[in-house]
């Protein structure tokens, strides 16, 4: 029963690519949603989302969050081999709860 | 400042070996956490602490214990390492929040256990 679904799991795409990535969730009382970026060691934060439709966005890489249909996405367009990394997405509820991770999404960028 | 001081960064253990992973903070962070990752996976929570003297299960907590007698310092134990332990091992610490943006990572230690 896991709470945070990542799709896909892994993903290859050319550079200039664009992908998507998905996560949906299920937390009784949702705080926050937040996207990392891991390549060979700790996790570096990208988006913290908190509100339903406002885009935010960094670069070539953008994300969004719908809290109706519970979920998230996270676009990167113009993909370079330096994208290539994995992508996790954690929730964190309003209760005294640690924050729940996805299993990621492995996205290798090839030239 | 040093941040997140995590040691060892590599270990080989024989089945049924134990050891401590050390973990160290400077920045008087409440919040500490151990999380271990499996090759091509997200980060799983072991356990983590809200503050001295305090300690809560996570998500996968068998195989391991950990204590908290000061602000500064959350060592993991495994007392009889299995094959399955084989990962990556990740301490973390936060302030007054527990959202990952406000998470100090050590820099993580590569546990083989054969």
């Known amino acids: 029963e896991d709470k945070v679904v990542q799709s896909p799991l892994s993903l290859v795409v050319h550079e200039g690519d664009t992908v998507t990535l998905n996560c949906s969730y299920e937390?009784?009382?949702?705080?926050?949603l937040l996207w990392y970026k891991q390549e060979k060691k700790a996790p570096t934060f990208l988006f913290m989302l908190?509100?339903?439709?406002i885009e935010k966005k960094s670069g070539r890489l953008s994300s969004i969050l719908d809290k109706k249909e519970l979920f998230s996405i996270l676009n990167i367009t113009a993909t370079q081999t330096g994208d290539s990394a994995i992508y996790l997405c954690?929730?964190?509820?309003?209760?005294?709860?640690?924050?729940?991770f996805g299993k990621g999404t492995r996205l290798s960028v090839i030239a | 400042n040093a941040g997140v001081t995590q040691t060892p960064k590599f270990r080989i253990l024989k089945i049924g070996q134990s050891m401590t992973l050390q973990c160290t903070q400077d920045?008087?962070?409440?919040?500490m956490y151990w999380y271990r990752q499996d090759p091509g996976m997200g980060l799983k929570l072991i356990y983590y602490?809200?503050?001295?003297?305090?300690?809560d299960k996570g998500e996968v907590p068998n195989g391991y214990n950990v204590s908290r007698s000061t602000t500064e310092d959350f060592p993991l134990r495994l007392e009889l390492a299995a094959p399955s332990q084989t990962s990556v091992y990740f301490c973390?610490?936060?302030?007054?929040?527990?959202?990952?943006?406000?998470?100090?990572f050590g820099s993580g230690t590569q546990l083989s256990v054969l």
């Open positions: 973390a610490s936060s302030g007054a929040s527990r959202a990952l943006e406000k998470l100090f």
């Open positions: 920045m008087n962070h409440n919040y």
């Open positions: 954690a929730v964190e509820d309003s209760g005294n709860t640690p924050l729940v």
């Open positions: 602490s809200v503050g001295a003297g305090i300690t």
């Open positions: 937390v009784t009382n949702f705080r926050s």
């Open positions: 908190t509100s339903s439709g």
